[in-house]
């Protein structure tokens, strides 16, 4: 019975994220959201230093919660809580990071840090 409810509960997720995907969907305005942006991305930290012009990054969104999975090997920032400054613009809450986030259904503006880490993207959809 268990399997059963948690397979559900996936389902019903999964409909939801599905139906989120829409170009014409802004993440302002739904608590559930997934959807590609491309265009440049970098990372930068002690380590590495990585650039990259025609990057993407995935971005899911389950209430207040953004997740942001970058391609090229750059790290996912994930778990980033936000308020809502605007309609599309997203300020950090919390000691967790500092930044400013620009989302709408057509463009991806990141400057974020946590922890000596830096992650940039400008990129649409």
Same mark, same amino acid.
């Given at each position: 019975? @268990? #399997?059963? #409810? @948690? *397979?559900l509960a996936v389902l019903l997720? *999964?409909? /939801?994220v599905m139906t989120s995907c829409s170009k014409d969907?802004?993440?302002?305005?739904?608590?559930?959201?997934?959807?590609?942006?491309?265009?440049?991305v970098a990372y930068r930290d002690a380590e590495k230093?990585?650039?990259?012009? $025609?990057?993407s990054v /995935?971005?899911? @969104?389950? $209430?207040?919660?953004? $997740? /942001?999975?970058?391609?090229? =090997?750059?790290?996912? #920032?994930? %778990?980033?809580e936000f308020s809502k400054k605007d309609d599309n613009t997203l300020i950090s809450? %919390?000691?967790? =990071?500092t930044g400013l986030i620009t989302i709408n259904k057509d463009k991806l503006v990141i400057g974020f840090?946590? $922890? =000596?880490?830096?992650?940039?993207?400008d990129c649409g959809r």
């Amino acid at each position: 019975m @268990k #399997l059963m #409810l @948690k *397979s559900l509960a996936v389902l019903l997720f *999964s409909a /939801f994220v599905m139906t989120s995907c829409s170009k014409d969907t802004d993440p302002a305005d739904v608590d559930v959201f997934a959807g590609t942006f491309r265009g440049s991305v970098a990372y930068r930290d002690a380590e590495k230093n990585i650039t990259q012009d $025609n990057g993407s990054v /995935f971005v899911t @969104k389950v $209430n207040a919660r953004y $997740n /942001f999975r970058f391609s090229d =090997g750059i790290p996912d #920032l994930t %778990g980033v809580e936000f308020s809502k400054k605007d309609d599309n613009t997203l300020i950090s809450t %919390g000691s967790d =990071g500092t930044g400013l986030i620009t989302i709408n259904k057509d463009k991806l503006v990141i400057g974020f840090t946590r $922890n =000596g880490r830096t992650w940039t993207a400008d990129c649409g959809r």
